[in-house]
């Protein structure tokens, strides 16, 4: 399904308006197009559902505070790098007060079966395969794995990046770049998991 992107960009800019006018709906109906995809972005990110809610949160109140410098443009775009904004504030907060008592309460690893016809062996192989990439990924660095997350599973161009991320475009490139060849040499002796 192909997505007008002039009709999406007119769209909000016209909900912008109405809100800066006062019309607390119209930035309630751009929290409701937008949350869920920020919520991936952010989660993706961060790596935990309830500090990705939290930061989204705080995105959209940061969005809001500051909606009048919203100059045009891909309104999507300007909330995501709003939201990794929020994202690196957890992100550096986790790192001067890491806690994570039981992790293990956090552990998603395990779901019930959706169709009884799934095959266990399949679903065994997707779980490991969905570890084995978020081991890797946390182990690239943040603005590689921002990078990739952005380019790669949400589909913003280069430029777009630059954008959201505030770099220069050649600095987006390499660090795509560097990132997926951090990404192959994590994953080359787990490659038995990725061949049908």
């Not at 997505?3 to 909900?15: F, P, T």
């Not at 409701?32 to 809610?53: I, K, S, T």
């Not at 990924?137 to 921002?146: C, F, L, N, S, V």
């Amino acid at each position: 399904m192909s997505v007008d992107l002039e009709a999406v960009h007119a769209r909000d800019q016209g909900l912008v308006e109405r809100a800066l006018a006062g019309d607390l709906e119209a930035f309630n109906d751009l929290v409701g197009h937008y949350q869920d995809f920020l919520f991936g972005l952010v989660v993706r990110v961060v790596r935990d559902r309830e500090a990705a809610a939290d930061a989204v949160q705080e995105a959209f109140f940061s969005a809001f505070r500051n909606l009048d410098r919203f100059r045009g443009g891909s309104f999507r775009g300007w909330l995501a790098r709003i939201a990794l904004n929020a994202a690196t504030d957890v992100l550096r907060l986790r790192k001067r007060r890491p806690s994570e008592p039981y992790p293990e309460w956090e552990d998603e690893a395990w779901q019930p079966p959706t169709d009884p016809d799934d095959d266990p062996e399949a679903q065994a192989t997707r779980r490991a395969r969905s570890r084995v990439i978020r081991t890797a990924m946390e182990a690239i660095t943040d603005d590689q794995r921002r990078a990739i997350l952005l380019f790669d599973v949400e589909g913003f161009d280069y430029q777009e990046i630059a954008g959201i991320t505030g770099v220069s475009l050649g600095t987006v490139k390499s660090r795509i770049h560097r990132g997926r060849l951090a990404l192959r040499d994590l994953l080359a002796d787990q490659m038995e998991l990725f061949r049908e």
